[in-house]
């Protein structure tokens, strides 16, 4: 029996992707958002491609606000891109 391989939808383009092969950025319970380049933090999660311009895209229209329901700051989308730099 083959096992079933996970795909998710990237909030930036809405590509689906095998979910290994996208980044999640995850909201925890004290509210930091953040990315989790191993896919493990507990937290709501929401996924993009591994890419620089879905990256851009992410803080170009604002697109955690829509993904976590709530207010995200210019600090989180900074800390974001500059983590995705220094991960890949």
């Known amino acids: 029996m083959e096992k079933k391989i996970p795909f998710r939808t990237c909030i930036a383009c809405r590509t689906e992707k095998p979910?290994?092969?996208m980044l999640r950025v995850v909201k925890?319970?004290?509210?930091?958002?953040?990315?989790?380049f191993s896919?493990?933090?507990?937290?709501?999660?929401?996924?993009?491609?591994?890419?620089?311009?879905?990256?851009?895209?992410?803080?170009k229209y604002k697109l955690l606000h829509k993904a976590f329901s709530c207010e995200v700051s210019e600090e989180v989308y900074?800390?974001?891109?500059?983590?995705f730099r220094r991960g890949s």
């Open 28 to 36: 925890n319970a004290a509210g930091e958002i953040r990315l989790a």
């Open 39 to 59: 896919g493990k933090l507990p937290g709501r999660g929401a996924y993009l491609c591994n890419g620089a311009d879905c990256v851009a895209r992410l803080r």
């Open 19 to 21: 979910k290994r092969e």
């Open 78 to 83: 900074a800390a974001i891109e500059e983590e």
